[in-house]
């Protein structure tokens, strides 16, 4: 089945403890990007990937950091969290760039105390 | 950056009723508008999207409109069902990035 998965789906940190949340498609997609949804401020991107070993950033980088070593795998990693980067995160695909269907993640209710 | 606004940010309708929901934007080379729905505890999920080059398309019982001269997009949802109850939110490409807006939350009620 082609998906995109993602993992954990929540997860409870405290201020300054490292944490990855993987993200991982089968479909051979291109272009794979994190987003965090706030209330009221719909879907944020943090950072893209237009194909392997090529990164970008989004609109809301600061403090997030991302590796693309793999076709299929896009982890999110947190250096040292902190409570405003408490989210829900949802990870995305698509064949070949963000002007086509995005496949999303189950997402991930991070809660940085 | 591309902005885009969406309205309203709620939406109740009675079962069967049309909803429409709004988005407006700024940048005159965005060339694509996505629709994503999003229920409760899911992940957003792709419902219809157009291209600069049609000004409107449907499927079944929604539709999108796109204005270029006014820079503004439409969802139309007709004969409103209870299972259309969710968050919408509209998207645009432009500058290079896809940009979404705020989300609506629709509620149908039976």
């Known amino acids: 089945e082609a998906q995109v998965t993602q993992n954990p789906r929540y997860l409870i940190t405290v201020t300054g403890k490292k944490l990855t949340v993987t993200c991982s498609q089968n479909?051979?997609?291109?272009?794979m990007s994190w987003y965090r949804q706030d209330p009221g401020l719909g879907l944020r991107q943090i950072y893209y990937?237009?194909?392997?070993?090529?990164?970008d950033k989004g609109d809301v980088p600061e403090g997030y950091k991302v590796s693309r070593k793999e076709k299929r795998n896009f982890p999110l990693i947190l250096e040292s969290p902190s409570p405003n980067q408490t989210s829900l995160y949802f990870c995305?695909?698509?064949?070949?760039?963000?002007?086509?269907?995005?496949?999303f993640g189950s997402g991930t209710q991070l809660s940085v105390l | 950056g591309e902005n885009v606004e969406q309205h309203p940010s709620t939406l109740s309708v009675q079962e069967g009723d049309s909803a429409v929901i709004k988005c407006t934007y700024s940048d005159s080379a965005s060339n694509y508008f996505p629709w994503y729905k999003q229920e409760l505890g899911k992940r957003p999920q792709l419902i219809i999207d157009i291209r600069s080059n049609v000004g409107e398309k449907k499927d079944q019982r929604i539709a999108v409109t796109l204005n270029k001269t006014a820079k503004h997009f439409s969802l139309h949802i007709t004969e409103t069902q209870p299972e259309d109850s969710a968050v919408y939110f509209c998207?645009?490409?432009?500058?290079?990035?896809?940009?979404f807006g705020t989300g609506t939350r629709l509620l149908v009620s039976p």
């Open positions: 998207a645009l490409f432009g500058f290079q990035k896809l940009v």
């Open positions: 995305a695909s698509s064949d070949r760039g963000p002007n086509e269907k995005l496949f």
């Open positions: 479909m051979n997609h291109e272009y």
């Open positions: 990937s237009m194909n392997v070993e090529v990164t």
